[in-house]
């Protein structure tokens, strides 16, 4: 139905209505992407001119391994991780499903993202690459590229890459992990690696990673030296 108004005489207002028939509803395509539209609202959401929108905090997740992808899925629906979008979504979904999702968006290029500005000090970017290429054995903190890559860009099929994250995401990660709002399953070691880093620490590493720019082919790596500097259970 549509109204149309006009004034006549000029101190009159008149309206008629019209009555339009209803266009013919467009089919939805039965498709993963179109199911799949809740999730690419954060992860994956682009404005009129293909700019990404939500790269202040959520994480790209295309590309990225099947295998933690599908953990992660799991550690919400099971209360591992805590955050009631993600909770809501995958409350009641069969794991097959989970399986399915997490193999589509890992068989997706992952986007290439700018590094964004590294606001610390030399000290503090020294610290940061310390702590990511060599660790620190005093305090049995592993370097990240043990476990994630030479590349930063993760291993097949279960650690995911640290490049072209956000840094308020990252610091939250950590955050959550000291606070026991994110766990894995057990051994859990980044539950471990974020109680022996200090709060300068995570902001140094944080900070250092999200100024590095991406490979061209940020694809996750296929292995890693085994075994891992800590027990993984996400990463037997």
Known sequence: MMSRCFRWPAAALFCTLTFVADAAPQPVPDTLTQRLLACATCHARVDA??????????????????????????????????????????????????????????????????????????????????????????????????CHGARLTGVQPAIPGLLGLPRDYINAQFGAWRNGVRRAHAPDCMGQVAARLSPDDVAAVSGWLAAQPMPADPRPADAVARPLPLLCGSAP
């Open 49 to 146: 001119r293909r700019n990404p929108v939500n790269d202040s905090f959520y994480p790209r997740i295309g590309g990225k391994p099947a295998g933690y992808l599908y953990h992660q899925l799991r550690n919400f629906q099971d209360g591992r991780r805590h955050y009631p979008v993600m909770t809501y979504l995958t409350e009641y979904l069969p794991d097959a499903y989970l399986r399915e999702i997490a193999a589509h968006f890992a068989a997706q290029a992952p986007t290439v993202l700018p590094p964004t500005p590294m606001n610390l000090s030399p000290a503090q970017r020294e610290r940061g690459r310390q702590l990511v290429h060599e660790g620190d054995q005093t305090r049995g903190i592993p370097a990240c590229i043990a």
